[in-house]
C-alpha cells in the first residue's frame, strides 16, 4: 500500500496520507463540505449525510467524513445532485425538529434554498423537556440525532456510557437505561455531552432558567446540589438549634 495518495477534487489536484478521508482531503485545498454530525473530537458515523460528494464511478453519493480517498479518484463536492440531497436531508430535519437553536444548521438552509415547509404533514418530535438534574436539561424536541452526545459519554472522551439510543425508528431518541432519571446513572456531570450538542437540545441548566426569565439568585438555588443545599442550610442555622431564638 502506498503511503501517499493523489486524487482530484472539484478539479484540483491533491496529495495526502493514505486513510485521509475525503472531508479532509478537501480542507487541505480550503474546500469546505458541510457538516452536521461530524465533530472533530467525535468518531465519525456518517449520520447525517449532509456531507456527501460524488465521486466518479460510485452510483450513489459517498459521505465525505468517512470515506478514504483512494489514487485517482475524482471527487465533486458541490453539482445539482449533491445539492439535491442536502436540500432534501435539511427539508427533512426541519418537518421534523426544533432547528432554532441550530444556527449553523439554519445558514446551511439559506445556501441550499431548502424549503422549511416541504413536508407540511411530517409528525413533529416533541417529547417533554428532562429536567432530572442541577446540571442540565434534555430537550429532545431539539435532538437531531447526531450521536456526538452519546460517542463523547462513551469511547470518545469520558467512558461513562450514560445514554444511548432507545427506541426504534421515527421514535428513535437518546436517552438514559431504562429512562432512569440522570442523577440514577453513571452520568458524572462533565458536561462533554452539552459541549458537543448543535442544535441546544443539550444545554446547561443555569442557561436554560435564565432564559426562562428567573432572576440569578433563583437560578443560583434551583442549581444547586442536595450536598450544598444541605451544607448551606446547615450554616445558615443557629448554633444552639435556636433554642433561645426569642422569635
Ligand atoms: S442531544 Fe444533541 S448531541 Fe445528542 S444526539 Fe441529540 S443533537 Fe446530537
Redesign the pocket.
Known sequence: MTDEITLTIDQQSVTVPAGTTILKAAERLGISIPTI?YHEACSSNALCRICVVEVEGARTLIPSCVAAVSEGMQVTTNNERVALSRRTILEMLTSAVDLSESPEIQQMMLEYAADADRFPDAERRDPPVYDDNPMYI?D?A?????????QVCADDAQYTYA?NFSERGYHT??GTFFDKPMPETTCVFCGQ?VG???????KSKREWLMEHGYTPDEVMDMTRTERRRRRREQSAAPANGGQNDPA
Open positions: 454530525c434534555r429532545y431539539k435532538c437531531i440525532l447526531c450521536w456526538r452526545c452519546v445514554i431518541q437518546i455531552c458537543v450538542c448543535p442544535t441546544g437540545a443539550l
